[in-house]
């Protein structure tokens, strides 16, 4: 979706000589062919993995993802529903548990992150931004927990040797929120759950994260180039 885009990581990745290719399935772009490029990011979106009989690109989006990562080997980032369609993808089990998190939460390594290349240098717990109300259940066969949070146990996962994913969201800039709050239902699901104060609340609670966050993306997208390239 425009607004669910790589973000911070945009900047990032010019400097470091990466190049992007952005995709929107949800506006009706084709899936691309996984063998035209080195590495595949999913993003997040406001859809659950369920949802395929609204959204039918899901279907599409989760054969890429078998492709890509199952078949093919290759370098994978996912983000948010990115991480969930991973583990939904692979055979793993995605639900909503009702323990959501919104605003900034503190993540932590668990025993297998704790030496983990992907967590390296990051503080400990970091705080990461969160908008999430589903979360990965059940991983799929072989995958290793990196890191969780109080609330939720499935914080950043690996899955085979180059693929990688987490639920919270590094790639938050100075224009995310704004996109996110325009998501028709969006301020009404926040005032849902956290008040009436839910919106300006949440957008200052970010605001005031967001250089040290930012610094914090930036090392987790080093850690991730390191590990797969």
């Not at 926040?190 to 994260?209: I, K, M, Q």
Request: glycine share 8%; charged share 20%; with cysteine.
């Amino acid at each position: 979706m425009p607004c669910q885009n790589p973000g911070i990581f945009r900047e990032l990745a010019a400097a470091r000589n990466v190049s992007f290719t952005e995709v929107d399935l949800h506006a009706g772009d084709d899936p691309p062919d996984p063998g035209g490029f080195d590495g595949l990011w999913v993003m997040g979106g406001s859809m659950n993995v369920w949802d395929e009989d609204e959204y039918p690109w899901l279907r599409m989006e989760k054969a890429l993802i078998r492709e890509a990562v199952a078949d093919r080997g290759m370098p994978f980032f996912g983000i948010c529903l990115g991480h969930q369609l991973l583990a939904d993808a692979l055979g793993g089990e995605v639900r909503e548990t009702g323990a959501f998190e919104i605003g900034v939460h503190d993540v932590s390594p668990t025993e297998a992150g704790l030496e983990h290349g992907l967590l390296a240098s990051l503080p400990r717990p970091a705080r990461w931004i969160n908008v999430h109300r589903a979360e990965v259940t059940r991983p799929p066969a072989a995958a290793v927990i990196l890191a969780a949070s109080e609330l939720c146990a499935n914080h950043a996962m690996q899955v085979g040797d180059a693929a990688y994913s987490v639920q919270f969201h590094p790639e938050v800039c100075e224009h995310t929120v704004d996109a996110w709050l325009d998501i028709p239902g969006i301020p009404e699901v926040l005032v849902s759950l956290l008040g009436p104060d839910a919106v300006g609340d949440f957008s200052r609670r970010v605001e005031a994260h967001r250089a040290d966050h930012n610094r914090a993306a930036a090392r987790l997208f080093d850690n991730w180039l390191s590990l797969v390239y």
